[in-house]
């Protein structure tokens, strides 16, 4: 991709993200992902309503009518988005791929880290790490993060859910928000995310495709996994072999589902043929009202 055309389209996803973030996420985010305490900040002048268990009764005493403390919230938080980059994601039956989707659900995020002073991270990820951005705080940084993933090229295709998950348990030490973004088309990661989600307050963001789930009727079909790049020849006018893939399918969705519940870690699910806010604002209303 041209220089011009990347910075083009970076412009654009921060432009079409950036409404949201300002009227609906920035604030949802700092509800639902608190700071690690209250940290004393000042003393002022006791004014009516104030709690009494606030005041400072030694600078009370000293200019002898009532002062209250001041705390303030300690953010610092960490925002680490976790990208499947693999073959999968460049599907896409309606008019946006998953990796679309996955860019512009990560700029969101960015953005609203960013609003609230907080410090956002990446790991692109396929069967291997394919780039990590350390964390840090700014707007050039959440758009070096755009950047990064609007253009990237990975040099694999297959899936490794596990090694992204256990490449962030090594290079993040300290507690953090990590958003697990992918379409979650691979095996044998449960017990690393169960790992890295007590370690870590994780969120995993599924990428649905409604046409992966029901093969249309058609005859015969050529199908080349974008993952292994092997070709294969279905007869989809057979309804055997839509009912078997259907029930394969749906077996996996309820599997992830089920784990994800057995392990009490939040999981929003985004259909490409359905607007991506309403699931995302959903979860952060439902989560704001446990805390």
Do not use: C
């Amino acid at each position: 991709m041209e220089t011009r055309e990347l910075l083009k389209k970076v412009r654009h996803l921060e432009i079409r993200t950036r409404g949201l973030v300002n009227q609906v996420f920035s604030g949802e985010y700092h509800s639902v992902f608190k700071g690690r305490g209250m940290s004393f900040s000042e003393v002022r002048e006791y004014q009516p309503g104030d709690e009494i268990r606030m005041i400072d009764w030694n600078v009370t005493a000293r200019f002898n009518h009532p002062f209250v403390k001041v705390f303030e919230e300690e953010r610092e938080l960490t925002a680490m988005l976790l990208v499947d980059m693999s073959g999968s994601q460049s599907f896409g039956s309606k008019a946006s791929m998953k990796k679309d989707i996955a860019a512009e659900i990560s700029a969101i995020l960015a953005f609203s880290a960013m609003k609230n002073n907080d410090k956002v991270g990446a790991i692109l990820f396929t069967n291997q790490i394919e780039a990590f951005i350390p964390p840090r705080k700014g707007r050039t940084h959440a758009l070096r993060i755009i950047r990064e993933l609007l253009s990237f090229e990975p040099r694999q295709t297959g899936t490794s859910i596990n090694i992204a998950l256990e490449y962030l348990n090594k290079v993040l030490k300290k507690r953090s928000i990590v958003f697990l973004i992918s379409d979650f088309i691979d095996t044998g990661y449960e017990h690393a995310l169960r790992i890295a989600g007590k370690r870590h307050d994780l969120i995993g963001i599924s990428l649905l495709d409604p046409h992966e789930r029901t093969l249309p009727r058609v005859g015969l079909l050529s199908i080349r996994d974008p993952e292994s790049g092997k070709l294969r020849t279905i007869d989809t006018s057979d309804p055997n072999i839509r009912a078997a893939h259907r029930i394969f399918w749906e077996s996996h969705h309820h599997q992830r589902r089920s784990f994800f519940r057995k392990a009490r870690l939040d999981a929003i699910e985004i259909s490409l043929d359905q607007a991506y806010m309403k699931p995302m604002t959903d979860f952060f209303r439902r989560r704001e009202q446990r805390w």
